[in-house]
C-alpha cells in the first residue's frame, strides 16, 4: 500500500480530478492511482500469436502439445492473467480463438482448432494484434479498470511471406512504440535467423530464440516460452519494466538444445 504522503498527495490528485471540466476525459488518470493504490494487483495481458501455415503440418500435433503443456503451468501459476489466442495463415491472418479468457479456465487446443494450411502473413497479424490491444487498454482506462502489463509472444516456423496490409516499415513503427509504453513483445522461430528477421521488425536479440523445425524443438520452444512468462508473472511491475528487453534472462534452452545436436 502506498505510505501517509502517497495517499495524501492521490488524495489531492483526485479531488483535482473531481473538479475537471465536463468532457475532459480523466479515465486513464483514474486508472493510474487505481493502480497506484493497490500495487499488489499486478496483472498480466498475454497475447498470443500462433502461426498455423502449411509448413506446420508435420508438427501440429507437437505445437498443439507444447501449446496445452503451456497452458496447465500457467493456469496453476498465481496472479491475475488474462490470454488472448489468435491464429494466422494464408486464409484467416488473424483468427481470434481465445479472447481475454482467464488463462486457468482456457480449453485446449485440438486439432478441431489448430491445423495447418496456406502462407505466412506475419505482419497483418503483428499488426491486427496491437490495434486490437490498444482498443482493449483505451476500453479498460475508460471503464476505470486496472492497468494489465502487456506480453506478446510470437510462435512461427517461416519467413514472412504473404502481407498485404502492413509492411515491415509500419510494423516496426507499431512494436517500438509499444515497447517505449513498456509491452513486452517475444519472438520465436525456426527455418530462419529469428534474431535477423526479429531484427527487422524492432524486436529485441533478448526476446528472442531459434528453436529447432522438429518435435524436440517445439516442446523446448514452449517450455521456454512458459519459463519465460512465470517469471514474467512472479515480478512486480517495475522489475516488469527492467527486464522488457531480457524475457528469457539470458536463457536460451530451445537455440541451446539445437547447438548440442550440431
Not at 150 to 163: C, H, K, M, P, R
Amino acid at each position: 500500500m502506498p505510505n501517509d504522503n502517497t495517499s495524501t498527495f492521490l488524495a489531492g490528485l483526485r479531488r483535482t480530478l473531481a473538479e475537471a471540466p465536463d468532457g475532459v476525459d480523466v479515465s486513464a488518470i483514474t486508472a493510474a492511482i487505481e493502480a497506484i493504490e493497490n500495487p499488489g494487483e499486478t496483472r498480466t495481458k498475454i497475447w498470443f500469436l500462433l502461426d498455423r501455415s502449411g509448413s506446420m503440418q508435420s508438427l501440429t500435433g507437437d505445437v498443439i502439445g507444447g501449446f496445452n503443456q503451456f497452458l496447465a503451468e500457467q493456469g496453476s501459476q498465481t496472479g491475475e492473467a488474462r490470454m488472448t489466442v489468435v491464429l494466422f495463415d494464408g486464409d484467416n491472418p488473424f483468427e481470434v480463438v481465445v479472447n481475454a479468457e482467464t488463462i486457468g479456465d482456457i480449453a485446449q487446443l485440438t486439432h478441431d482448432t489448430y491445423w495447418a494450411r496456406g502462407v505466412t502473413p506475419l505482419y497483418d497479424a503483428v499488426g491486427d494484434l496491437i490495434v486490437r490491444a490498444d482498443q482493449r487498454i483505451t476500453d479498460r482506462a475508460k471503464a476505470g479498470k486496472p492497468t494489465e502489463d502487456q506480453v506478446v509472444l510470437i510462435f512461427t516456423d517461416g519467413y514472412e511471406n504473404a502481407s498485404s496490409r502492413y509492411d515491415r516499415a509500419r510494423v516496426f513503427d507499431l512494436i517500438k512504440n509499444r515497447q517505449d509504453d513498456d509491452w513486452t513483445f517475444v519472438f520465436m522461430g525456426s527455418n530462419q535467423d529469428s534474431y535477423g528477421e526479429g531484427a527487422k521488425v524492432g524486436f529485441v536479440g533478448g526476446n528472442v530464440q531459434n528453436y529447432e523445425s522438429s518435435s524436440a524443438g517445439v516442446n523446448y520452444a514452449f517450455a521456454e516460452f512458459s519459463r519465460g512468462t512465470s517469471s514474467f508473472r512472479s515480478k512486480p511491475r517495475r522489475q516488469r519494466i527492467a527486464d522488457k528487453e531480457r524475457f528469457f534472462e539470458d536463457i536460451k534452452a530451445a537455440e541451446e538444445a539445437m547447438d548440442d545436436k550440431d
